[in-house]
């Protein structure tokens, strides 16, 4: 099993900034892509932004140019860097792992941290 934990949520004036963390720790080895989600109460949980091992990124349209994911392996820790914040970014935003093991793909979810953009 993987576990995964988050902080770094809060509330922030629209136009700030905020970083999100996230430690994988357990069974970790073939982890091949971790990544943010985000969820809206009755919507679809949608990506934020992903990081493979090789390190290759990828974003969604709305966070392009204003979020930034990065990982310390040795940490076994990613990051999302969120600047310029939007009211419309408010939402629980969810660490995701992938991992690989024998052939078999195993998805894994962290609780969720509140992110609250509001004057």
């Known amino acids: 099993q993987v576990q995964l934990v988050e902080s770094g949520g809060g509330l922030v004036q629209p136009g700030g900034s905020l970083r999100l963390s996230c430690v994988a720790s357990g069974d970790i080895f073939g982890i091949m892509l971790m990544g943010w989600y985000r969820q809206a109460p009755g919507k679809q949980r949608e990506l934020v932004a992903s990081?493979?091992?090789?390190?290759?990124?990828r974003y969604a349209d709305s966070v392009k140019g204003r979020f930034s994911i990065s990982r310390d392996n040795a940490k076994n820790t990613i990051f999302l860097q969120m600047n310029s914040l939007r009211p419309e970014d408010t939402d629980v935003y969810y660490c995701?792992?992938?991992?690989?093991?024998?052939?078999?793909?195993?998805?894994?979810w962290g609780q969720g941290t509140q992110v609250t953009v509001s004057s």
């Open positions: 990081i493979t091992s090789g390190d290759s990124t």
């Open positions: 995701n792992a992938l991992r690989r093991r024998d052939g078999t793909l195993d998805n894994y």
